[in-house]
């Protein structure tokens, strides 16, 4: 990772033609963990080349695990070796979804020591419905120097009803529940589309879990899980900010490899603000008005509107007609990028921690700017691509954690849009994983006779 790189833009450019949307981030870092409950090889496929996977991968390694990429897009994972249940705080700091480690562990060891989780700093994410999950499980949590002990004799099945609709705790209790004796009932699942991406990866293991997209999740515990090969959903939020992107430069883009319906709540909001929204199969076409509407939003649990395009559509906001709402209800402290893009001329007040008043519209211009988090990073891009003149966005390393050749995919729509280094040379940031990882162990022979060695290979594309 480049961490004194900086994004350049210089804005006002429409966007035309079509952009490709990488494997899910938020699946990826959930579906990796979860191939260390299987005692056997695991090619995952259709992951997105940025710095979370790259992050998440090393920290398995450092566990003892076999792990090799084929392409920059496809993992080869073999765990029939794994021995170590425990994660050090210098791999862990740097990503929340570290934390599913110790799901994984706790199910297939009965043993986890794992950090608490670092990741981006935009409020209090607590782990205490995880804790109560698997307590109800039968483990037993301490937590001491910053470190979650948990061990257990045996699990065993039970009822768990999360007081909140959580991801993290749904498929946490889910790593661990799928080990567990008997039959376990998680009340108030999360819904998200990429908790039914991992039931789903779980399942070609040979788990058996029922319910996974609706808020009563069934799993029925298993002794042992296999190997097998899946591909990874589409992201919608990368999705989602390059539709954004469209209607805030007045464009006409198609989003292509996507899942509409996991995009409705943004649709229904940019058809409300004046814009032409047209779907197909795996692609949604974003057409942009010359005026665009004020709307309110809240962000809620899956299938309402994502917090994590709740900046980029701040940004949005502060280029439409008249005043906006905006209702954070997932994060306590989302809108700490405000700062950032009132540097940009965006009118946006924060009337408390929750709410955000938008006054559009704005006159947006180029200013320098520092991201904060990976989604603030995501709305200045935004927002520069709509600025007169130059936007400078410094501590992109945020960016690079969620974002897959942000600046090619928007360079190749018409954006005056460039990296540059300390120097201010222009970086190239394809896709490359060999320039990320130091020669490590490999799996001990070809990455095509590792596959070839499935027992019986499972391909699954999730919908």
């Known amino acids: 990772m480049y961490v004194l790189d900086r994004i350049i833009i210089n804005g006002q450019q429409r966007l035309n033609g079509s952009v490709f949307v990488n494997g899910a981030k938020n699946a990826a870092v959930?579906?990796?963990?979860?191939?260390?409950?299987a005692r056997g090889i695991c090619v995952i496929e259709n992951l997105p080349c940025i710095e979370d996977v790259n992050?998440?991968?090393?920290?398995?390694?450092?566990?003892?695990?076999?792990a090799e990429f084929r392409d920059p897009h496809t993992l080869i994972i073999d765990s029939?070796?794994?021995?170590?249940?425990?994660?050090?705080?210098?791999?862990?700091?740097?990503m929340r979804?570290?934390?599913?480690?110790?799901?994984?562990?706790?199910g297939r060891f009965k043993k986890a020591i794992v950090p608490l989780p670092g990741g981006c700093n935009f409020g209090i994410r607590p782990v205490n419905l995880h804790i109560k999950g698997f307590e109800k499980l039968g483990a037993t949590i301490e937590q001491e120097h910053g470190m979650i002990y948990a061990y257990a004799d045996r699990l065993v099945g039970d009822h768990i009803f999360l007081d909140v609709a959580s991801v993290g705790a749904t498929i946490n209790i889910m790593l661990a529940a799928v080990h567990a004796e008997g039959v376990t009932t998680i009340e108030n699942a999360a819904k998200e589309p990429h908790v039914v991406d991992t039931a789903n990866f779980l399942n070609i293991l040979g788990a058996k879990i029922k319910g996974a997209g609706t808020d009563n999740i069934k799993i029925t515990g298993v002794q042992e899980l296999s190997g097998g090969t899946y591909t990874i959903i589409p992201d919608q939020i990368e999705a989602?900010?390059?539709?954004?992107?469209?209607?805030?430069t007045g464009g006409d883009v198609t989003v292509k490899n996507i899942i509409p319906r996991h995009l409705d709540s943004l649709s229904a909001k940019l058809r409300e603000m004046g814009c032409r929204i047209e779907e197909g199969g795996d692609y949604v076409r974003v057409v942009g008005a010359s005026e665009l509407n004020s709307v309110n939003v809240k962000t809620m649990v899956y299938p309402g509107f994502p917090t994590d395009l709740q900046p980029q559509m701040t940004a949005l906001l502060s280029t439409a007609n008249g005043t906006?709402?905006?209702?954070e209800t997932v994060f306590d402290n989302r809108f700490q990028y405000v700062?950032?893009?009132?540097?940009?001329?965006?009118?946006?007040?924060?009337?408390?921690?929750?709410?955000g008043i938008v006054e559009g519209p704005s006159k947006i211009t180029g200013a320098e700017v520092s991201a904060t988090d990976l989604r603030a990073g995501a709305a200045l891009v935004v927002a520069g691509l709509a600025a007169?003149?130059?936007?400078?966005?410094?501590?992109?390393?945020?960016?690079?954690?969620?974002?897959?050749?942000?600046?090619?995919?928007?360079?190749?729509?018409?954006?005056?849009?460039?990296?540059?280094?300390?120097?201010?040379?222009?970086?190239?940031?394809?896709?490359?994983?060999?320039?990320?990882?130091?020669?490590?162990?490999?799996?001990?022979?070809?990455?095509?006779?590792?596959?070839?060695t499935l027992e019986a290979p499972n391909v699954v594309i999730s919908a």
Do not use: W
């Open 30 to 37: 959930a579906i990796i963990p979860a191939a260390l409950s």
């Open 55 to 66: 992050i998440l991968a090393n920290a398995i390694r450092s566990c003892g695990i076999k």
């Open 80 to 94: 029939r070796n794994l021995t170590d249940y425990k994660l050090t705080f210098d791999l862990a700091r740097n």
């Open 97 to 106: 979804a570290s934390y599913y480690l110790l799901g994984a562990f706790l």
């Open 240 to 248: 989602g900010t390059y539709m954004i992107a469209a209607a805030i």
């Open 324 to 327: 906006s709402v905006v209702t």
């Open 339 to 355: 700062t950032e893009i009132i540097r940009l001329g965006c009118r946006v007040n924060t009337q408390t921690a929750q709410i």
């Open 388 to 452: 007169e003149g130059e936007t400078v966005i410094s501590n992109v390393k945020y960016i690079d954690r969620g974002y897959e050749d942000i600046e090619n995919k928007l360079r190749g729509l018409g954006a005056n849009i460039k990296r540059v280094n300390e120097q201010g040379e222009i970086v190239n940031r394809a896709p490359a994983r060999d320039r990320i990882f130091d020669d490590t162990e490999t799996l001990g022979h070809s990455i095509d006779e590792v596959a070839a």
